[in-house]
C-alpha cells in the first residue's frame, strides 16, 4: 500500500520538545515502513523521521501555532504532493476540509482536538467523505451522533524508553502550562505528601505564561522545581526517575501520550479520571485514579504498592506501536475496499 501522512506544521517529526501528536506520527510513518508499505511524510523541512517526507515549509511554525496561513500553505502544497498515493492520513485541522477538491482520493483524518469544542461543529460535515479516527471513546461522547469510523488508542515502542529505578525520589509533572492540564494542583499534592516535584512543561503561548506568574511560580522552591521545555533525551531521564507521573486534569483530556510514556519507563500515573485517563490507567496496577490533591497525596505514598513492571508490560502490550498500526492498516484496507 501507498501511504502518505499528512503533519501538522508546529513541530518537527519526531519532535525535538513538546509534541504528542507528532510522536505519534513518527510511531505510525516508521511502523507502516517497517511493514513494507510505501510511506510518504509530509512535515517540516527540519523533521528527522526515517522514512521519505516532503515539505513547503523549511522550519516548524511552533511560534505561530493554530495560524491560519501557514497551516493551510503547508496542507495546499501536502495535498499536491500525495495525488498517487493510495491513501492519505491527514493529522492537521485544515487539510481534511481539502478533501472534496479531489474526490478520488481516499483521505481518513485523526481528530487529535476535544471535541467539546469548536471542533464538533467542523467535522459532521466532512464525515460521509472523509472517515474519522478517534483516540479514546471519550472524545466522542459529547458528539454521541459523530459517525466515527473507529477509535484508535495511541501506541509507543516500549524499547525505546529507559525503564527506570524503583524510586527517584520526586515526582513529575510533563504537559503545557495550563490550568486544565493542573501544575498548581500537582504542586499541592506534592506538598501534602512531603515529596519533590519537577516540573518540565511547555509554556510559550501568551495564556501559558500568565498562568505560569499568575499561579504556579508563586509556588516555586522547597522542592517543587520547574525545569522549562525539556528535549526528548531529558524528557525520558526525567520519566524514568520518577517516583510516579501527576496528572491531576480537569478537562476532557482525548488522550495523554505522557501517561503511557510514562507506564513506558515503569513509572506509574496517578491521575484524576477525566476524559480518556480511565481508558489508559489501570486503577492500582499501573496507577492510582484519585478525586481531589488530597487522595492525591496519599496515592504518592502508596506507590510501592505497584510493580512497576506492570507498568511497562501494559505499553509493550496493549499500548504498542505494533498494535496502532495494525489497526491503522485494518481500517484503511477496510476503507479501500469499500470505495
Same mark, same amino acid.
Given at each position: 500500500?501507498?501511504?502518505?501522512?499528512?503533519?501538522?506544521?508546529?513541530?518537527?517529526?519526531?519532535?525535538?520538545?513538546?509534541?504528542?501528536?507528532?510522536?505519534?506520527?513518527?510511531?505510525?510513518?516508521? /511502523?507502516?515502513?517497517?511493514? /513494507?508499505?510505501? &510511506?510518504?511524510?509530509?512535515?517540516?523541512?527540519?523533521?528527522?523521521?526515517?522514512?521519505? $517526507?516532503?515539505?513547503?515549509?523549511?522550519?516548524?511554525?511552533?511560534?505561530?501555532?493554530?495560524?491560519?496561513?501557514?497551516?493551510?500553505?503547508?496542507?495546499?502544497?501536502?495535498?499536491?504532493?500525495?495525488?498517487?498515493?493510495?491513501?492519505?492520513?491527514?493529522?492537521?485541522?485544515?487539510?481534511?476540509?481539502?478533501?472534496?477538491?479531489?474526490?478520488?482520493?481516499? &483521505?481518513?483524518?485523526?481528530?487529535?482536538?476535544?471535541?467539546?469544542?469548536?471542533?464538533?461543529?467542523?467535522?459532521?460535515?466532512?464525515?460521509?467523505?472523509?472517515?474519522?479516527?478517534?483516540?479514546?471513546?471519550?472524545?466522542?461522547?459529547? &458528539?454521541?451522533?459523530?459517525?466515527?469510523?473507529?477509535?484508535?488508542?495511541?501506541?509507543?515502542?516500549?524499547?525505546?524508553?529507559?525503564?527506570?529505578?524503583?524510586?527517584?525520589?520526586?515526582?513529575?509533572?510533563?504537559?503545557?502550562?495550563?490550568?486544565? $492540564?493542573?501544575?498548581?494542583?500537582?504542586?499541592?499534592?506534592?506538598?501534602?505528601?512531603?515529596?519533590?516535584?519537577?516540573?518540565?512543561? $511547555?509554556?510559550?503561548?501568551?495564556?501559558?505564561?500568565?498562568?505560569?506568574?499568575?499561579? &504556579?511560580?508563586?509556588?516555586?522552591?522547597?522542592?517543587?522545581?520547574?525545569?522549562?521545555?525539556?528535549?526528548?533525551?531529558?524528557?525520558?531521564?526525567?520519566?524514568?526517575?520518577?517516583?510516579?507521573?501527576?496528572?491531576?486534569?480537569?478537562?476532557?483530556?482525548?488522550?495523554?501520550?505522557?501517561?503511557?510514556?510514562?507506564?513506558?519507563?515503569?513509572?506509574?500515573?496517578?491521575?484524576?479520571?477525566? /476524559?480518556?485517563?480511565?481508558?489508559?490507567?489501570?486503577?492500582? $496496577?499501573?496507577?492510582?485514579?484519585?478525586?481531589?490533591?488530597?487522595?492525591?497525596?496519599?496515592?504518592?505514598?502508596?506507590?510501592?504498592?505497584?510493580?512497576?513492571?506492570?507498568?511497562?508490560?501494559?505499553?509493550?502490550?496493549?499500548?504498542?506501536?505494533?498494535?496502532?498500526?495494525?489497526?491503522?492498516?485494518?481500517?484503511?484496507?477496510?476503507?479501500?475496499?469499500?470505495?
Amino acid at each position: 500500500m501507498r501511504i502518505a501522512l499528512i503533519a501538522p506544521p508546529w513541530t518537527p517529526v519526531p519532535p525535538e520538545l513538546y509534541g504528542g501528536i507528532e510522536l505519534v506520527i513518527d510511531r505510525l510513518a516508521r /511502523g507502516f515502513d517497517r511493514l /513494507g508499505h510505501e &510511506v510518504l511524510l509530509f512535515t517540516t523541512g527540519e523533521s528527522t523521521c526515517p522514512v521519505p $517526507k516532503a515539505s513547503v515549509l523549511a522550519h516548524a511554525e511552533g511560534q505561530r501555532i493554530g495560524a491560519a496561513v501557514p497551516e493551510l500553505r503547508h496542507a495546499l502544497a501536502a495535498y499536491e504532493a500525495v495525488q498517487d498515493y493510495d491513501i492519505v492520513h491527514d493529522h492537521t485541522i485544515v487539510g481534511p476540509f481539502l478533501a472534496e477538491r479531489f474526490p478520488d482520493l481516499p &483521505v481518513v483524518t485523526t481528530i487529535h482536538g476535544d471535541l467539546e469544542g469548536e471542533l464538533a461543529h467542523l467535522y459532521g460535515p466532512i464525515a460521509d467523505r472523509v472517515p474519522l479516527i478517534a483516540i479514546s471513546k471519550s472524545q466522542c461522547v459529547p &458528539v454521541p451522533d459523530l459517525p466515527v469510523a473507529r477509535v484508535i488508542h495511541h501506541g509507543l515502542d516500549a524499547v525505546d524508553f529507559p525503564f527506570g529505578a524503583l524510586d527517584g525520589g520526586y515526582c513529575l509533572f510533563l504537559g503545557r502550562m495550563s490550568p486544565d $492540564k493542573g501544575a498548581h494542583r500537582a504542586i499541592a499534592a506534592a506538598r501534602k505528601a512531603g515529596v519533590g516535584l519537577k516540573m518540565a512543561a $511547555k509554556m510559550r503561548e501568551p495564556a501559558e505564561m500568565e498562568y505560569f506568574e499568575n499561579e &504556579v511560580e508563586p509556588l516555586l522552591g522547597e522542592g517543587i522545581e520547574y525545569l522549562g521545555e525539556v528535549p526528548h533525551h531529558q524528557k525520558l531521564e526525567l520519566l524514568a526517575g520518577a517516583r510516579a507521573l501527576l496528572f491531576p486534569i480537569r478537562w476532557r483530556e482525548p488522550f495523554g501520550m505522557v501517561m503511557i510514556e510514562a507506564m513506558a519507563c515503569g513509572t506509574p500515573v496517578i491521575a484524576f479520571p477525566e /476524559g480518556a485517563v480511565p481508558e489508559v490507567v489501570e486503577d492500582g $496496577k499501573t496507577g492510582f485514579l484519585v478525586d481531589d490533591e488530597a487522595e492525591m497525596a496519599d496515592a504518592i505514598n502508596r506507590v510501592n504498592e505497584l510493580e512497576r513492571s506492570d507498568c511497562r508490560a501494559a505499553v509493550e502490550g496493549y499500548f504498542s506501536t505494533d498494535r496502532m498500526v495494525a489497526e491503522h492498516i485494518e481500517l484503511f484496507e477496510t476503507i479501500l475496499d469499500s470505495r
